[in-house]
């Protein structure tokens, strides 16, 4: 059984910032091989991708994000991070950690979510 475990969340104003980490644990199951990465899903709308990180360093980010935050991944805590700055109204969602497989299309695990809002 894999478990992923968010934190970070909460409430920042317009122009801040905020770091995101969600730790993955369980057995059976070979951490190197799986992208690690965020999703989130603002109220009324899908969740959207918003960036992963393969175990060798690399990473893809969502349009939307690319310039403002960035995601890093600590692979002797299999725990992956991911720092936002400039953040916007638009950027409040939940965001939820997920893990995939190198050969899925989708991601195989998710986390329960964290809860970021961009107020004033």
């Known amino acids: 059984q894999v478990q992923l475990v968010e934190s970070g969340g909460g409430l920042v104003q317009p122009g801040g910032s905020l770091r995101l980490s969600c730790a993955a644990s369980g057995t059976g199951i070979i951490f190197s091989m799986y992208y690690m990465g965020w999703y989130r899903q603002a109220p009324g709308k899908q969740r959207e991708f918003v960036a992963h990180?393969?175990?060798?360093?690399?990473?893809v980010y969502a349009d939307s994000v690319l310039g403002r935050f960035t995601i890093s991944r600590d692979n002797a805590k299999n725990t992956v991070y991911l720092e936002m700055i400039s953040l916007q109204p638009e950027d409040t969602a939940a965001y939820y950690c997920?893990?995939?497989?190198?050969?899925?299309?989708?991601?195989?695990?998710w986390g329960q979510g964290t809860q970021v809002t961009v107020s004033s």
């Open positions: 990180i393969g175990s060798g360093g690399s990473a």
């Open positions: 997920s893990l995939q497989h190198a050969r899925s299309i989708r991601p195989d695990y």
